[in-house]
């Protein structure tokens, strides 16, 4: 075991249920489903963490009455055809050692749009409207509330059946239990609404409906923002109070404290924190309540790595830790920091793009670091090389450093050429925008799995055809990534215009009044903005499209917007760059087709893409042997796209 981490690896019991170590994996959308029950690869996606080490995966949130079936896959745990995937899924967990439980959640008004497109009833507390989804829901009548707890009853029934070890009850997030807690949301003037003890009455209703379906030896516990960070949520005083009204439940076994809502763009941007927040932010709020209530406390929230966890159990600040991406970047996580391996472990790096930016676009969730997660039955072994080959990989960045060790990992020989001096690519950039240096632990990880898998590193070294010709390899990728892209701006010769990279880079200086054209809508923009405006000059965002970040999550996005706002950057929507003269910038508005000029302007900066560098491609056009061109080389996307490519090429080799 690596040193000082024996709180983690110290079991937990609850309701004679004993959990191997202190790691869990928070209920989260995996979005693996079929029609409402468990599909094969969310077996897969579960059962990796389980054989990773971790104690205990949470099943995602699954609905428990038909009026809370919004147009969000989930799975119908009140439909007993949903056992059988559960059942499967436990089966394949509990055989790793790992425990299962489910989670069970209604939204309220936390509605998406149906399945068909139309908006459906949202039943909530009170007729309170959500900021978020713009939705106003209709007051659940008391018979309603009734028939809900009875859906939890089912609901616990048909998981028991499956074989599982415990329920969480969702009432974080500002989701239906979260509503009845919230006195801004809930002002009901029943049995249900007013003082703390009515507003927490349908807990005890929605514990003790549980308990009678799920029996006296599974486990229940109930999920609770800490803090709801939004305009109307919950103040962290409030859910002291009311957790520990809960706590004091005697059919209840833990609680997992989280942060944020639904129910507001700044809330939920706690739901699933990026990089903007610090790591273990949630702590303060569990080491609270743990304070105040005699039951195991969990948390989750940007803990990413094992020593963190371990502080966080040192401190007392809970029992049980959630690292929820921490697993979906590295399942192992856990039996590698057992075994001491610490600088093996992938960390999560918060960026919010292929887990939770996947889920709000309905796609099975990945990492972009280790995009075999949520491709489990695919990608979930290395399969060795049927003949061991000679592979030349051109280009250190994302794409060629996870092709290379994946070639290497299979037994191929395989030399990684980077015509620079370090390795990363465009994350070398991207990791120099402000609030985004963790993005540089991208590099870190794979340049780790580079060097692990045995691959043969030349740094320094453009490959010509030449050299191809010597090495005479039995398989090239290009992997040589791209370049910004920078077309002709009419009148720039008059104006002072200089390029994002430059910008990053250090090789240009910009004015105290600056225009920035964002066509992409990226990180780019945003975080050049930042960097200006916090160098103290006035920043005019102008980007083509609704809103800067539109191509990137909105989890990524939108902590990062409030930040602008405070900054005082002047975002401008709907712009095409048109050209600029030696103190205006000229744009048309992409809807209107009117011209835009922005005046007083000292400094036009264009984040205008990336360009696939296509020089070796273009060289090995006759050469005869295997090539496959990946990442931006053969199409300038994201590092997502640039590491799923090198993990498909090596598998094909
Ligand atoms: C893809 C995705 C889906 C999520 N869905 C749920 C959910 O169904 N229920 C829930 O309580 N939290 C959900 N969350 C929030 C996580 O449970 C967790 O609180 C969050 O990821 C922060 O923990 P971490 O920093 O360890 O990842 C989701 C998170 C992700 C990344
Ligand atoms: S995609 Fe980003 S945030 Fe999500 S698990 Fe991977 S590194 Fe973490």
Redesign the pocket.
């Known amino acids: 075991m690596a040193v000082g981490l024996t709180h983690l690896f110290s079991p937990l019991r609850m309701r004679g249920l004993t959990l191997r170590n202190r790691v869990f994996s ?4 995996a979005v693996m489903l079929d029609d409402g029950k468990v599909a094969d690869s969310m077996v897969a996606y579960h059962a990796a963490k389980a054989k990773g080490g971790a104690a205990l995966t949470i099943i ?2 699954a609905r428990i009455h038909p009026s809370g079936d919004s147009g969000r896959p989930a799975i119908r745990a009140y439909d007993p055809a949903c056992v059988s995937g559960y059942a499967k899924l436990a089966a394949a967990c509990h055989a790793q050692g790992c425990k299962v439980f489910a ?1 069970l959640s209604h939204p309220g008004r936390e509605m998406t749009m149906a399945a068909d497109g139309t908006h459906a009833v949202a039943y909530a507390p009170s007729a309170v409207p959500n900021e978020r989804f713009h939705v106003m829901p209709r007051e659940m009548p008391v018979a309603m509330i009734a028939e809900v707890v009875d859906g939890f009853e089912t609901s616990a029934r048909n998981i028991h059946d499956a074989g599982l070890d415990g329920i969480e009850i ?1 009432a ?2 500002g989701y239906l239990l979260g509503q009845f807690l919230n006195p801004r949301v809930n002002i009901r003037n029943d049995d249900y609404g007013g003082t703390l003890a009515n507003r927490v009455r349908i807990i005890h209703e929605v514990i003790a409906a549980i308990r009678r379906g799920a029996g006296k030896d599974m486990v229940i516990g109930i ?1 609770l923002s800490g803090e709801e960070k939004d305009h109307d949520g919950i103040e962290a005083d409030e859910m002291f109070q009311m957790a520990q009204a809960i706590g004091a439940d005697d059919d209840l076994d833990y609680l997992n404290i ?1 942060a944020g809502t639904s129910a507001g763009l700044a809330g939920s941007t706690h ?3 990026s990089m903007r927040f610090e790591p273990g932010y949630t702590t303060p709020l569990s080491a609270a309540i743990r304070s105040v209530v005699a039951k195991p406390v969990f948390v ?5 790595q094992p020593q963190l966890a371990e502080q966080t159990l040192v401190r007392g600040a809970a029992d049980m830790c ?5 697993l979906i970047s590295d399942p192992e996580m856990p039996r590698k920091a057992q075994a001491g391996q610490l600088d093996d472990i992938r960390a999560c790096v918060a960026c919010n793009q292929a ?2 930016g996947h ?1 709000l676009n309905a796609c099975a ?1 990945s990492c972009i670091q280790h995009p075999e997660t949520g491709r489990e039955l695919e990608y979930g072994t290395r399969v060795p090389a049927k003949q061991l080959r000679k592979i030349m990989v051109v280009g250190g960045g994302p794409a060629g450093m996870k092709c290379a060790a994946v070639a290497a990992e299979r037994g191929h020989v395989v030399t990684l050429y980077e015509a620079g001096a370090q390795l990363g690519g465009q994350v070398a950039l991207a990791q120099l925008l402000p609030g985004r240096a963790e993005f540089g632990g991208v590099t870190t990880n794979l340049a780790g799995e580079v060097q692990r898998a045995g691959v043969k590193l030349r740094l320094n070294t453009s490959v010509t055809r030449e050299l191809v010709d010597d090495e005479a390899p039995d398989a090239i990728i290009v992997a040589t990534g791209g370049t910004g892209r920078s077309p002709e701006i009419e009148g720039a010769d008059d104006a002072h215009v200089v390029s994002a990279w430059q910008v990053l880079q250090g090789q240009a200086n910009v004015g105290g009044r600056a225009v920035i054209a964002d066509w992409r809508c990226d990180w780019v923009g945003m975080g050049l903005a930042e960097r200006l405006a916090r160098d103290g000059c006035h920043v005019r965002l102008a980007v083509n499209g609704m809103v800067a970040g539109q191509t990137i999550p909105q989890y990524a996005r939108d902590s990062w917007l409030g930040d602008l706002h405070k900054l005082g950057v002047e975002i401008i929507p709907h712009m095409r760059l048109y050209g600029a003269d030696a103190q205006d910038a000229y744009f048309q508005h992409t809807l209107s087709g009117e011209p835009v000029i922005l005046n007083e302007v000292d400094t036009l900066v264009t984040a205008l893409g990336t360009q696939s560098e296509t020089t070796l491609e273009k060289a090995l056009e006759n050469w005869g042997g295997e090539i496959q061109v990946i990442g931006d080389a053969l199409s300038p996307r994201t590092v997502e796209e640039a590491v799923l490519e090198g993990l498909k090429a090596a598998s094909e080799l």
């Open positions: 928070t209920g989260h959308m995602e949130a989670q969702v974080s997030h999920r989280t739901i699933v924190p989750a929230g940007r803990i990413n959630g690292m929820t991406r921490a887990c939770i889920m969730i």
